[in-house]
């Protein structure tokens, strides 16, 4: 069955409207998890956080998952590794994704990024931008 | 129909007033902010001190466009 979700606002004091496609999602560690609001992001490859949310969420941040990240103009110093992504449904359903997430430095990033690589596998996912919804239709994966 | 906390403390942030919390973390439980903090990890460890259980939605509220990678 489909998930719907709203585009979040806030409402500026100049009265500008800011609205983006994030939706509820629970990020799952070792032993911990995360109740939070990631943005669906189709121009980004794989999901990326913030370190101080993967050491909330007990990853495994070793040297050995240490790897160098090219974005626009610069090297970053970043970790690979895996979370897994639950996404709740109606009527009680579940779904839950493990995912590849890079790990940044947190002066380099301020979201929680949704990006392509294993969760946009997972859905059909559907943006209505005039309507500021969001759509996620689970394909039946095992 | 039956909603989780996690769609209870959505459904709470999406009417909120978050005219004072711009750019901050805040956390979310049941219909009210219990934490507001700089970074993620301020407002959390605030959180846990009134919600033990953890089971508050934990987010950014965005003051400007968003600025990405």
């Known amino acids: ?142 | 129909m039956a909603t989780t906390v996690l769609q209870s403390a959505y459904e709470s942030y999406l009417k909120m007033d978050l005219s004072k919390v711009l750019g901050a973390w805040i956390a979310v439980s049941h219909d009210k902010i219990i934490a507001v903090g700089k970074t993620p990890k301020e407002a959390y460890e605030l959180a846990m001190k009134i919600d033990k259980t953890g089971q508050f939605l934990l987010t950014k509220v965005n003051s400007k466009e968003l600025e990405l990678l």
């Not at chain 1, 994030?22 to 609001?37: A, S």
């Not at chain 1, 189709?42 to 969420?57: F, H, N, V």
């Not at chain 1, 970790?79 to 493990?98: K, L, N, S």
């Open chain 1, 1 to 142: 069955m489909t998930i719907r979700f709203r585009y979040t606002q806030t409402d500026l004091p100049n009265g500008t409207k800011i609205t983006v496609p994030k939706i509820p999602l629970i990020l799952v560690g070792k032993n911990k998890r995360l109740r939070v609001l990631g943005l669906l992001d189709t121009g980004s490859t794989q999901c990326y956080i913030r370190k101080d949310l993967a050491e909330i969420l007990n990853l495994n941040l070793s040297d050995e998952m240490k790897t160098d990240v090219t974005t626009i103009g610069q090297k970053i110093v970043a970790w690979e590794t895996r979370m897994r992504i639950i996404v709740e449904g109606t009527h009680g359903a579940i779904h839950e994704i493990t995912v590849p997430v890079g790990v940044m430095p947190n002066e380099k990033l301020d979201e929680i990024i949704i990006g392509r690589e294993a969760f946009f596998d997972a859905f059909d996912i559907t943006f209505a931008e005039r309507r500021k919804r969001i759509m996620l239709k689970p394909h039946n994966i095992g």
